[in-house]
């Protein structure tokens, strides 16, 4: 029992990789220096998130090529690409870049595949929902992560919650109806974009399970998990591209030898290789907790941009489900970060890791 505890806490132990030597770090450096650390990772991590979103809602609004998968298939390409180039690079700038070696396992692929199928469902419904909705009603949309995560957590893992968690939930579905009813009042509801959000809010809790068993595949290292993934996630959406029709509306496409086209396609998987950096940025200059504060802020902030860009006008009752969602999601995590000090220190270290490697930070970061 205790040398299964110990592979485990080893296997997260790069969750927190560098946190516990932070603190004698930390001794001699200054205040005013953490203060302006932290603010610069933070702001990078709004920056990096934001114009992510917004990017991708670009490139998937494209009228010209309607080809969401094909879309998301070469993201999954630019960040295994960008996986051997960080490789290459850790060798040759060691002391600069940290990157772990990423050598093709064929074992190692089909043992990461479940969570590969949840992931590309992820991805995939994420940014469907975002084109059908756009960034205006994205946080909404994408709202019922934590519910489904509670929900599956109960299904799958047996583990219950406490009734103020359950509380939290139940604003957020509030929040949720209410976004929904207001949306149809307006008459700018895509209900193909709620099923799609909804179903992304799924796959979200459900890659977040996936996760945990398979950490011990690729040695707790979320980089070589990440480019297994994506590798496996290329592979698999090649059919599916032909299943759905996307290769007619791609050779028909008029800007496919376009550079601009593939410098806008690319600079979309670069934000999305990127997000999983700054998060961990984050939450290492930071704290978890303190990473889904941020998270939610920059949901917020995301939502007033879209709607001030697009000239929209909100009712009242629209921005009161956006503060219900937001305000139950911050809720919630405050209300978890309570529960975990109750616990062992032990145990709250075993959780808190878990909590980040499962994808508990904000799921693909928009």
């Not at 998130?49 to 080809?67: E, G, K, Q």
């Not at 051997?84 to 060798?91: H, I, Y």
């Amino acid at each position: 029992m205790n040398r299964t505890h110990l592979k485990r806490f080893t296997i997260l132990r790069m969750a927190l990789s560098g946190s516990e030597t932070m603190d004698q770090d930390e001794q001699g450096e200054t205040f005013l220096f953490r203060a302006c650390r932290i603010a610069a990772v933070v702001a990078l991590y709004w920056f990096i998130s934001i114009t992510m979103v917004f990017l991708n809602n670009y490139l998937l609004d494209n009228r010209d090529l309607d080809a969401p998968l094909f879309v998301t298939f070469y993201q999954c390409v630019v960040t295994v690409g960008l996986c051997w180039v960080m490789q290459l690079l850790s060798k040759l700038c060691p002391g600069l870049i940290d990157f772990p070696s990423v050598r093709f396992d064929l074992k190692t692929s089909r043992e990461v595949l479940p969570l590969s199928i949840v992931f590309i469902g992820m991805i995939t419904f994420n940014n469907l929902c975002l084109k059908y909705v756009g960034v205006a009603f994205y946080t909404i949309g994408r709202s019922l992560s934590t519910v489904f995560n509670v929900l599956l957590s109960y299904v799958i893992l047996k583990q219950t919650t406490s009734y103020q968690a359950l509380l939290c939930c139940g604003i957020i579905l509030g929040g949720f109806w209410l976004g929904v009813d207001q949306e149809g009042m307006a008459g700018s509801l895509s209900w193909s974009g709620v099923f799609f959000g909804v179903l992304a809010s799924a796959c979200v809790s459900l890659n977040a399970i996936f996760t945990k068993k398979v950490m011990p595949a690729v040695d707790g290292n979320i980089w070589k998990l990440s480019y297994y993934n994506n590798i496996n996630a290329c592979v698999l959406f090649l059919p599916l591209i032909v299943v759905f029709g996307e290769v007619g509306r791609i050779a028909s496409f008029s800007r496919f030898t376009d550079l601009g086209f593939w410098g806008m396609m690319t600079l979309g998987g670069v934000f999305g290789f990127a997000i999983g950096y700054v998060t961990g940025l984050q939450i290492k200059y930071t704290s978890p907790l303190t990473h889904n504060v941020s998270g939610t802020a920059k949901a917020c902030a995301q939502t007033v941009i879209a709607v001030v860009y697009n000239s929209s006008s909100k009712s009242l009752l629209w921005w009161t489900s956006n503060m219900m969602v937001l305000g139950g999601s911050s809720a919630y995590t405050w209300v978890k970060s309570l529960e975990m000090k109750k616990t062992p220190l032990k145990d709250s270290q075993d959780s808190a890791k878990e909590k980040l490697l499962s994808g508990e930070k904000s799921g693909l970061g928009v």
